[in-house]
Antibody, heavy 124, light 113 residues
Framework: EVQLVESGGGLIQPGGSLRLSCAAS????????MNWVRQAPGKGLEWVSY????????YYADSVKGRFTISRDNAKSSLYLQMNSLRAEDTAVYYC?????????????????WGQGTLVTVSS | DIVMTQSPDSLAVTLGERATINCKSS????????????LTWYQQKPGQPPKLIIY???TRESGVPDRFSGSGSGTDFTLTISSLQAEDVAVYYC?????????FGQGTKLEIK
């Protein structure tokens, strides 16, 4: 069974830093692209960042570019999100999300497994 | 970035009746190399993470009941639940992944009338 377990959330003051972790199990982590997606309280979903499995190529939403850094450790089956210069608008549940594997050799462009999320609250 | 717009924002349907949710993208999400629309639908129940139900606009994820179907191409898409069940109460999101920056619709809240 695929499991994604996030940790590291909490209450942090504006301007502070936080590092989120995601422990993956039940699948070969090194063969999957991974993402972080967030959801502000009572709001919709916002994709945050992506990291490729093969070469660790990364992409970021404009709202976090230059402040957040995604990384992975395939040996530890773990995904990370380093969040710096946090703002009130970064308050959200952060989900660790697996990109769906290929189908007939093509990307499905979907997220097929989600963790339960970790809440980050940025407030003074 | 591609903007995804869903309609309606909320919907109340009688049990056993059809529910239809629309999603429109600001540009085509049809990938010419494989003729696939990079449009996904998710279901999110209260207190739970989203669940993938439809990808490539019309392909049901394994284990998803066949009362769920997706249609559309290019910029206009529809999620249909043919006979609404009580367990289908949720917020539904569409998402595009045509570019390296995936974007979601604002969500449609589906309730029982």
């Amino acid at each position: 069974e695929v499991q994604l377990v996030e940790s590291g959330g909490g209450l942090i003051q504006p301007g502070g830093s936080l590092r989120l972790s995601c422990a993956a199990s039940g699948f070969t982590f090194s063969t999957y692209e991974m993402n972080w997606v967030r959801q502000a309280p009572g709001k919709g979903l916002e994709w945050v960042s992506y990291i490729r499995n093969s070469d660790s190529t990364t992409y970021y939403a404009d709202s976090v570019k230059g402040r957040f850094t995604i990384s992975r450790d395939n040996a530890k089956s773990s995904l990370y999100l380093q969040m710096n210069s946090l703002r009130a608008e970064d308050t959200a549940v952060y989900y660790c999300v697996r990109a769906a594997g290929l189908s007939s050799g093509w990307s499905r462009g979907s997220f097929d497994s989600w963790g339960q999320g970790t809440l980050v609250t940025v407030s003074s | 970035d591609i903007v995804m717009t869903q309609s309606p924002d909320s919907l109340a349907v009688t049990l056993g009746e059809r529910a239809t949710i629309n999603c429109k993208s600001s540009q085509s999400v049809l990938y010419s190399s494989n003729n696939k629309n990079y449009l996904t639908w998710y279901q999110q129940k209260p207190g739970q993470p989203p669940k993938l139900i439809i990808y490539w606009a019309s392909t049901r994820e394994s284990g998803v009941p066949d009362r769920f179907s997706g249609s559309g191409s290019g910029t206009d898409f529809t999620l249909t639940i043919s006979s609404l069940q009580a367990e289908d109460v949720a917020v539904y999101y569409c998402q595009q992944y045509y570019t390296n920056i995936p974007t979601f619709g604002q969500g449609t809240k589906l309730e029982i009338k």
